[in-house]
């Protein structure tokens, strides 16, 4: 299996139901495939009222199971060949008729009997009116089917199909498509179990009420951390300085300000943790005296004294805990990094040089070096964020593997 993409080589059963919001699975079908997932879909009757079958068997390059009984199939027994080779099921959108039907173990259509017949991981998306949503037996069809251990995303709140507001709509198909990532990391990814702290973005230090001394981190890079490692299993714990990103689905956000506000949650966070990794810019300055009325403009210079911060992976004495540092640097690259693993006792650093044209702040791409405790460096080519990110992981998992 292919790491650096959860998805891919996996495969999936995608179960339609007859809901109006089925048009939405054909996006998931086409990301699902997108990313590398053999992706079968199953069509219950209502479904197919809504979806045809050829729309998914274009974007899935798979046969469409409609029907149980079909002689014509290219599955000999369609239920139970599935449900043997899914790796997860998914029903989305599933109507509160499909619902019922499972919490009772009705099997009038391929779909229940492959839900029935395997033993993967199964995802059920719920969309229906509200009421529909609401009334009793419906929860109590959920309550009892998560009790069996079944996985419920949504509904969300919003404008359904009748025109009106409230809870029942089907969450949106890139939302999905996190909590799929999330629960088959869990599941089958190598980081299960492990539980891991990143750090993202630049800290903001207050000069008066309305300025702030900060730097130019956007927290891509933590982010893309935070995913690929919740995309393998781990259970991420990300602190964020501000940023405009929004938190990976799967991961506990915990958002922070200053760099003494990132230290505070940084210690409130590791005590159970496995790792850190402190990829946020963090200010080495704070002003000495942040004022508490807004400084005026006046003709004078302006004078402001700064004070060092915390250093946080410093303060970390656990030895427990691996520590993984990040170096942006503008000159001396490799030294500078070199001398902060030994001085902050880390088991490997990540060095970037900011002024790479296209790399580093702000950027989707980033050009990194890591350097592991025997001051060995591997300069990795410019890459996506994202993909650098398992590289990270990759050297980090046997760290892991010989501490614990
Ligand atoms: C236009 C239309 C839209 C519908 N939308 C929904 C829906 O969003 N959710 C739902 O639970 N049922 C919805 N239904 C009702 C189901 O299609 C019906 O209960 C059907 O028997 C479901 O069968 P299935 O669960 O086997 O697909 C809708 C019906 C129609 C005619």
């Not at 025109?163 to 088959?184: C, D, N, S, V």
């Amino acid at each position: 299996m292919n790491l650096s993409n959860i998805l891919s080589e996996t495969n999936i059963v995608l179960g339609v139901t007859g809901s109006i919001s089925a048009y939405k699975s054909l996006t998931l079908a086409s990301r699902l495939t997108q990313l590398g997932a053999n992706v079968n879909v199953i069509l219950t009757e209502g479904g197919s009222e809504f979806i045809t079958p050829l729309s998914y068997r274009t974007i899935t390059q798979n046969p469409v199971v409609t029907n149980s009984f079909d002689v014509n199939s290219a599955y000999s027994v369609n239920h139970v060949y599935l449900a043997k080779k899914t790796d997860v099921v998914i029903v989305y959108p599933a109507t509160a008729n499909s619902i019922a039907k499972l919490a009772v173990g009705i099997c009038d259509n391929p779909l229940a009997t492959t839900i029935l017949s395997t033993t993967a991981p199964i995802i059920i998306a719920p969309a229906m009116e509200t009421n529909m949503f609401e009334n009793s037996i419906t929860q109590s069809n959920i309550e009892n089917l998560k009790t069996r251990g079944f996985h419920f995303i949504g509904p969300d709140a919003g404008h359904l199909a009748s025109g009106a507001l409230g809870l029942g709509r089907l969450t949106e198909p890139e939302e999905m498509l996190g909590h799929i990532q999330f629960i088959l990391g869990k599941t089958r990814g190598d980081f299960s179990g492990k539980k891991i702290v990143i750090t993202a973005g630049g800290t903001q230090e207050p000069v008066d009420p309305v300025r702030i001394l900060t730097n130019l981190s956007s927290g891509k890079m933590g982010y893309s951390l935070a995913t690929a490692a919740r995309d393998r299993g781990a259970t991420v714990t990300l602190i964020s300085a501000p940023v405009s990103l929004s938190a990976p689905i799967g991961t506990t956000i915990h958002e922070v300000k200053t760099a003494e506000d990132m230290l505070k949650s940084v210690h409130e966070n590791i005590k159970e943790a496995d790792a850190i990794i402190m990829a946020a810019a963090v200010a080495d300055f704070k002003p000495t005296n942040s004022v508490g009325k807004k400084i005026k403009k006046s003709d004078d210079n302006f004078t402001m004294r700064l004070s060092p911060t915390s250093d946080i992976l410093k303060s970390i004495s656990d030895t427990k805990i691996i520590k993984v540092g990040f170096a942006a640097e503008t000159d001396n690259l490799i030294e500078n990094a070199k001398s902060k693993i030994t001085s902050k006792k880390l088991a490997m650093i990540i060095a970037n040089d900011v002024t790479i044209p296209g790399a580093g702040f702000g950027s989707d791409e980033n050009q990194i070096s890591i350097i592991d405790q025997d001051l060995n460096v591997e300069s990795l080519p410019l890459n996506s964020k994202y993909e650098i990110s398992h590289t990270i992981l990759d050297r980090l998992l046997p760290l892991l593997q010989r501490f614990k």
